[in-house]
């Protein structure tokens, strides 16, 4: 749930659900209130018609039947009652009050009182999702004095509470509303998240490989022109790798030509001093070149990707390794495929397994699968690498100081090269000092699934 929420998929969805129910929640509110005043408006009126009747009736009723009368007239929130011998207190005319006494006429004199009865400020128990919310209307004692001289008690009530039966409506009504409104944010927020996800797969799918096919242009206008503007600039990028490498393998390539030269115009230096140190230089000289081209072709993606199994290619490495003389060991088993271009994925391995034994005359291999991946660990028997300088040796031509010599040798691309590749690959090369000595290379393949 919490990685849903961190998702801007989740943020969209939970922001458009709260603003879909807070408006929903401002209209039913304003609506109930509508409602309710509307209720009020027309109890109200209807008050007014009662008590006329009301009053009316009592008037031509004998004054010996007149208790009697009242006792069954009263059934509903207006009752005329006899009024009580207590004191009481005149009040400010009302618009009932007034409005009563405009349709009795001048036979008649209404007066409303101070004291209103107890129900008025009664609270009414909540029937909705408001709250209790006390009545509004008309509520208030008056004194009518008929046309025979006797004054009689008028009380307007608040209308009776619903039944409870219909306690629970607003909720039974409001459950199946906010799960549409769930659903329909769900469905929108997941139509307009997708774009955003095929573009961020898309530029992932560019990061591993520069020749990816072009997004499809669907859906929207602004969809549209954001996947040809990416579509474009992936040809811009691939144009200028290409450019890159090429003029880079073109400089390599030519200075090949003019090394071989020298190297064939030194066997007729006498000196066997200045030969070797002449010979020596010249060698470094086509170890740059070398490696320069592997640099241009690790930067080349144009090797078709397939389906290869890990432990097979790890075992012909290693064993090609061992054959040529070098200390490398292999242990672990991965039991996973991978998919990546055959010769790349194999000169990165090379390289680093070649790192470890120029620098720490042994390689140690090491392949374990973790969730989704395989992790593999190359462990030399060097005096490892200064903290600070890890990831400066990813640089290209960079060389820790102490690794300077005739007898290393190196131009400080093996690790960049490996880089290049095994980010292509979507994979990740990482350096650590390891407990024990030496330093230890950790290269982490995503696993291939054949369903992708």
């Not at 010996?64 to 006899?82: P, T």
């Not at 207190?89 to 209404?110: I, M, N």
């Not at 990707?305 to 060991?329: E, F, I, N, R, Y």
């Not at 190359?378 to 400066?392: H, S, T």
Request: net charge neutral.
């Amino acid at each position: 749930m919490k990685a849903f929420l961190g998702s801007m998929t989740g943020r969209v969805f939970m922001f458009l659900l709260i603003g879909i129910v807070a408006s929903a929640a401002l209209t039913q509110w304003l609506a109930v209130g509508e409602r309710q005043r509307a209720l009020e408006q027309y109890r109200d009126y209807h008050a007014v018609e009662r008590a006329e009747q009301l009053v009316m009736a009592a008037d031509i009723v004998p004054l010996a039947s007149r208790a009697a009368y009242l006792k069954v007239a009263n059934k509903g929130s207006v009752r005329l009652e006899l009024r009580p011998d207590a004191e009481h207190v005149p009040g400010t005319p009302t618009e009932f009050s007034t409005a009563l006494q405009a349709k009795l006429g001048e036979g008649f004199k209404v007066s409303a009182l101070a004291e209103r009865p107890a129900a008025c400020t009664q609270p009414r128990k909540s029937t909705g999702l408001f709250g209790p919310k006390p009545w509004g209307g008309t509520c208030e004692n008056l004194d009518v004095r008929m046309q025979d001289g006797h004054v009689l008690r008028l009380m307007v009530l608040p209308p009776r509470q619903q039944p409870p039966f219909g306690e629970h409506s607003d909720w039974v009504t409001l459950l199946p509303f906010l799960i549409s409104i769930a659903i329909l944010a769900y469905l929108v927020t997941r139509m307009t998240m997708r774009p955003l996800k095929q573009l961020a797969q898309a530029a992932k799918d560019l990061g591993n490989d520069i020749n990816h096919p072009p997004l499809t242009l669907s859906g929207a206008s602004e969809i549209r022109q954001a996947s040809a503007a990416f579509n474009a600039m992936q040809a811009r990028i691939r144009q200028h790798i290409s450019q890159r490498t090429q003029m880079l393998a073109a400089i390599t390539h030519d200075l090949q030509t003019p090394l071989t030269r020298l190297r064939l115009r030194l066997e007729k230096v006498a000196d066997t001093e200045l030969y070797d140190r002449l010979v020596g230089d010249l060698s470094a000289m086509q170890s740059m070149v070398k490696e320069g081209l592997d640099l241009a072709r690790s930067m080349d993606s144009t090797e078709a990707m397939q389906a290869l199994d890990l432990d097979s290619l790890l075992d012909s490495v290693c064993s090609d390794a061992a054959d040529a003389g070098q200390k490398v060991t292999l242990s672990g088993h991965a039991g996973m495929a991978l998919m990546a271009r055959p010769i790349a994925m194999r000169r990165c391995l090379v390289n680093l397994i070649d790192n470890a034994v120029k620098y720490g005359q042994y390689a140690h291999v090491t392949v374990e699968r973790i969730a989704g991946a395989a992790r593999i660990r190359i462990r030399d028997g060097g005096p490892g690498i200064a903290p600070d300088q890890l990831a400066k040796v990813f640089e290209p031509f960079y060389r820790i100081e102490t690794s300077r010599s005739r007898e290393s040798g190196g131009t400080g691309l093996g690790l960049t090269i490996a880089r290049n590749i095994a980010e292509q690959h979507g994979a990740t090369v990482l350096l650590s000092n390891h407990v024990d000595g030496g330093l230890e290379v950790t290269l982490i393949v995503p696993e291939y699934y054949a369903g992708k």
